[in-house]
């Protein structure tokens, strides 16, 4: 298992812990974000990914793992690109919009300043 992304929250929108909770998912975004959809997501400073994202490979925010079922087809792109990623918690196996990278989960993270998050293939 080797890491292909790695990076950390330095801030929080007011409505993104809101996201999890309501929509069972949530929004990073790199630095710069624009301010209506900076609300929602959570700020990670890094957008450096090192492979391919793939099904089977795992996403952990902090201590807890999730395991990927479906990577939309701009995921990659818009992580490097913007650093702006979706995770869906929902486990979907067929996905729903191109951006988004669905896992499966048993409880939802609680992310906080300094949430480390990294994928791994």
């Known amino acids: 298992m080797s890491t292909i992304f790695n990076t950390t929250v330095t801030a929080i929108g007011p409505e993104a ?5 309501g929509a069972n998912m949530l929004i990073l975004f790199g630095e710069g974000a624009p301010a209506d959809l900076a ?3 959570f700020t990670i400073n890094n957008k450096d990914l090192s492979g391919a994202i793939q ?3 795992t996403v952990f ?3 807890l793992a999730f395991p990927i079922t479906f990577v939309g ?3 990659e792109k818009n992580l ?3 650093g702006h990623i979706t ?3 929902d486990g979907s196996t067929e996905g729903s919009l191109p951006g988004t990278l669905h ?3 048993n409880h939802l993270p609680k992310l906080t300043l300094g949430t480390s998050v990294k994928i791994t293939s």
């Open 87 to 89: 995770i869906s918690f």
């Open 103 to 105: 896992v499966s989960a």
């Open 61 to 63: 925010i902090d201590e």
């Open 39 to 41: 609300e929602f997501c």
């Open 55 to 57: 099904i089977g490979g």
């Open 17 to 21: 812990e809101g996201m999890i909770e």
């Open 80 to 82: 490097k690109n913007l």
């Open 73 to 75: 087809e701009v995921v």
